[in-house]
């Protein structure tokens, strides 16, 4: 990966990639460092599933009925 931050005196710059990245597909993304990327804020959702309502309270796993075959 190559990653460069640079001000431009003119409209066409040139990029020199490494001999590794011949041959290959490159992607190139421009933009001003002020304009950035909308960063979205995580929001606090707790997710829920109330389709099954399973009381387990008194539930004890077996481990040998559950790989009975």
Known sequence: MVRAVITPDQQQVIIKLPE?????????????????FAVKEAS???????ILNIDNKDFKFDRDEANER
């Open 44 to 50: 606090e959702k707790k997710r829920t599933f109330t």
């Open 20 to 36: 590794s990245f011949i041959g290959k597909e490159v992607e190139v993304i421009a933009f001003t460092t002020d304009e950035g």
